[in-house]
């Protein structure tokens, strides 16, 4: 599968260096520096270019920037007709510690308003991406944790659902786009938990309901 991944920070970087190594044809787009995106492509043996040049053509996009770079990538992306974007961001102010958005509306529910054309899916957004690597040398271990996916379109959420096994999560359907408004504070939970407890941040959840 061709991936385009929108964002060079830890949550793009690591999700997309793990997808090439399962085998996806991954591009990296999207930083202030042209070195780093050359940097992060070469270690993974993907490839890197611009926005619009990783958006062409590719079966899934990641969005994976912070919350005030939205409008600039998003523009230089286009408007995103028919293509499946994953979305891992949570809409935290510059000190990221809190949210800029809800109660009555979410990060997930104000991009598809900016793109509505695209068949957006928001996931890995309530996992630090600490616990990607791990997760990802035992996938082949049950049970595996959960990760929550919510969005509108079925297909997607499908596709979605595939890369999500890709790095080794079971993907927990959430229901739709509106779930963000209690998904994007239950992120700012795992963060606390991760970040705020001993024991390291490679955090991960799994929920099971009890006969």
């Given at each position: 599968m061709k991936i385009a991944i929108l964002g060079a920070g830890l949550m793009g970087s690591k999700l997309g260096r793990l997808?090439?190594?399962g085998g996806h044809d991954v591009t990296f787009a999207y930083s202030r520096s042209a070195d780093?995106?050359?940097?992060?492509?070469?270690?993974?043996?993907?490839t890197?270019?611009?926005?619009?040049e990783a958006v062409a053509g590719a079966?899934?996009?990641l969005l994976a920037v912070h919350w005030s770079r939205i409008g600039d990538v998003l523009a230089q992306a286009g408007d995103l007709e028919g293509r499946v974007v994953l979305n891992c961001c949570?809409?935290?102010n510059e000190a990221n510690d809190a949210l800029v958005l809800g109660p009555e509306t979410s990060g997930a529910e104000e991009l598809a308003a900016m793109r509505p054309g695209a068949a957006w899916v928001?996931?890995?957004?309530?996992?630090?991406?600490?616990?990607?690597?791990?997760?990802?040398?035992r996938?082949?271990?049950?049970?595996?944790p959960h990760l929550l996916i919510y969005g509108d379109n079925d297909g997607a959420k499908e596709l979605a659902g595939g890369l999500i096994r890709d790095i080794g999560f079971d993907p927990l359907d959430a229901g739709g786009l509106a779930t963000g408004r209690y998904a994007e504070p239950f992120a700012m939970v795992t963060a606390v938990l991760a970040y705020g407890q001993p024991g390291g941040p490679a955090l991960t959840y799994r929920f099971d309901k009890l006969s």
């Open positions: 997808w090439a190594a780093k995106l050359a940097r992060l492509a070469r270690d993974a043996g993907a890197s270019g611009t926005v619009a079966d899934a996009i949570v809409p935290l928001s996931c890995f957004n309530t996992s630090p991406s600490e616990a990607f690597d791990p997760v990802f040398s996938k082949n271990t049950e049970p595996r």
